[in-house]
């Protein structure tokens, strides 16, 4: 048992050892100390990819923001931070810092002045999605820096420094804070801010866990003091950083977990066949929890909604508040743009219904042409016609139906006889179930 022991250890170390095709130290140090001061070219760079990530913000094209994350130098004073840390360097510390500071203010002033005079100022789900950040950001920050310092400890160079770039999105929180700034929308500058600072601080703490991994040699002092001083500094500052973001994380979790519950419970609970969920909205902080509903349609008695709020417990350990809309407390709640977002998000997750429409209708314009003579000779009077799928919406609920239509317009009435016998005639010819005709 024993040597199983052994040999597994020794497997796992022989196949998960970063020291393998490591380059040397000193090569490492020097490569990112490099990359930590911003001057030159790399902040021309980083104004360059700015504009370019703002653009691509504005317009809300995801391959123009990946393009300016490829280009950005922002992971370079990042890791200077952690590798300071690592080896008690704190003048590269406070140079990663200082540097950190420049870039970042370079990068908001740069994107409030594009936002500024861009003629377009309606906020993409890029640019929103930027505003808010969750756990799974915390997760992309400090695994993406675990590959970066990896990467970047290696002989040779491979494209995971670029990877990780895109992965942790450090560009684009900034200039959504460009965005808040000029827009005067304070909660998205502070909440890009915020996930800047998640991604900034999580990469720094990872390249700190790979450099003391590695065991990189510690800058020695003239005396032991000095070095004592420099650690207690060094430890302060992060402790005092690192601190806060402990407890964000932790809070971001719990609001992640009280959002998800609530989607779930509004998903599984609020199912009536005449009434509907316009909108949600979801309230999480220290002193309460609510979530908050409008609906449109057949207006839900008190009972329902009692019920509805006694299963609320067995999806909220916390104590939750539930406050519904409707009738005419709906009709002065309701906001058409959140309207229009709602029908957009059905419209979206019918994606695929609507692709097999499309399909279809390639398919039934081949065969118009196909049964045009059929019909001519049929139909002597028929002017003119069109053969189209459509889906028809059930007014008392969620569901549609695919309908086959032909309309067509005669040189005179059609008689009831006839067009029973066209609907039968077109049914056998396009082998579908379901068709209507509208005559013209």
């Known amino acids: 048992m024993r040597k199983l022991i052994v040999l597994l250890k020794?497997?796992?170390?022989?196949?998960?050892?970063?020291?393998?095709?490591?380059?040397?130290?000193?090569?490492i140090v020097d490569s990112i100390k490099k990359n930590v001061s911003f001057k030159g070219v790399n902040l021309w760079t980083l104004i360059f990819a700015i504009f370019i990530a703002s653009i691509g913000l504005n317009v809300n094209s995801t391959a123009v923001i990946i393009g300016a994350?490829?280009?950005?130098?922002?992971?370079?004073?990042?890791?200077g931070m952690g590798l300071g840390i690592g080896i008690n360097d704190l003048e590269l510390f406070k140079k990663g810092i200082k540097n950190l500071l420049i870039a970042a203010t370079i990068s908001i002033a740069t994107s409030s002045l594009y936002f500024a005079i861009t003629p377009l100022h309606e906020a993409?789900?890029?640019?929103?999605?930027?505003?808010?950040?969750?756990?799974?950001?915390?997760?992309?920050?400090?695994?993406?820096?675990?590959?970066?310092?990896?990467?970047?400890?290696?002989?040779?160079?491979?494209?995971?420094?670029?990877?990780?770039?895109?992965?942790?999105?450090?560009?684009?929180?900034?200039?959504?804070?460009?965005?808040?700034?000029?827009?005067?929308q304070w909660l998205y500058f502070l909440g890009a801010l915020y996930l800047f600072f998640i991604n900034s601080l999580f990469i720094c703490l990872s390249t700190f866990l790979v450099v003391k991994h590695l065991h990189f040699k510690k800058i020695e002092f003239p005396s032991r003091?000095?070095?004592?001083?420099?650690?207690?500094?060094?430890?302060?500052?992060?402790?005092?950083?690192?601190?806060?973001?402990?407890?964000?994380?932790?809070?971001?979790?719990?609001?992640?977990?009280?959002?998800?519950n609530a989607k779930?419970?509004?998903?599984?609970?609020?199912?009536?066949?005449?009434?509907?969920?316009?909108?949600?909205?979801?309230?999480?902080?220290?002193?309460?929890?609510?979530?908050?509903?409008l609906l449109i349609g057949e207006i839900?008695?008190?009972?329902?909604?009692?019920?509805?709020?006694?299963?609320?417990?067995?999806?909220?350990k916390n104590k939750t508040s539930l406050v519904?809309?409707?009738?005419?407390?709906?009709?002065?709640?309701?906001?058409?743009?959140e309207i229009k977002a709602s029908v957009l998000e059905q419209v979206y997750a019918s994606g695929r219904q609507k692709d097999t429409f499309q399909n279809?209708?390639?398919?039934?314009?081949?065969?118009?042409?196909?049964?045009?003579?059929?019909?001519?000779?049929?139909?002597?009077?028929?002017?003119?016609?069109?053969?189209?799928?459509?889906?028809?919406?059930?007014m008392d609920s969620t569901n549609s139906d695919t309908v086959t239509l032909l309309i067509a317009r005669f040189n005179k009435p059609l008689p009831r006889a006839e067009q029973e016998r066209l609907q039968a005639w077109m049914k056998q010819r396009l082998h579908t179930d379901s068709i209507r005709i509208i005559l013209e």
């Open 10 to 27: 020794r497997f796992i170390s022989d196949r998960f050892s970063l020291h393998e095709d490591a380059a040397e130290e000193g090569e």
């Open 69 to 79: 994350m490829l280009i950005s130098p922002l992971m370079g004073p990042i890791m």
């Open 360 to 394: 279809k209708n390639d398919t039934l314009i081949p065969q118009q042409l196909l049964i045009k003579k059929e019909l001519s000779a049929l139909y002597p009077a028929l002017k003119e016609y069109a053969i189209t799928q459509a889906p028809f919406l059930n």
């Open 225 to 260: 003091e000095n070095e004592k001083r420099v650690s207690r500094i060094i430890l302060l500052t992060v402790t005092i950083t690192l601190l806060p973001s402990i407890y964000l994380a932790y809070r971001i979790v719990q609001q992640s977990i009280f959002e998800t």
């Open 324 to 337: 519904v809309h409707q009738g005419l407390d709906a009709k002065q709640n309701i906001d058409l743009s």
């Open 300 to 316: 839900l008695p008190d009972n329902i909604l009692d019920t509805l709020r006694s299963k609320m417990p067995a999806y909220f």
């Open 264 to 293: 779930r419970f509004i998903q599984r609970e609020f199912r009536f066949p005449r009434t509907q969920v316009v909108t949600k909205n979801f309230f999480f902080d220290r002193k309460r929890q609510s979530i908050e509903v």
């Open 124 to 184: 993409s789900s890029e640019l929103l999605a930027r505003t808010t950040p969750t756990i799974w950001d915390v997760f992309i920050a400090f695994i993406g820096g675990l590959a970066g310092i990896v990467a970047g400890t290696r002989k040779e160079k491979t494209n995971v420094i670029p990877g990780v770039a895109i992965a942790t999105a450090l560009m684009p929180p900034l200039c959504t804070a460009g965005y808040g700034l000029a827009s005067g």
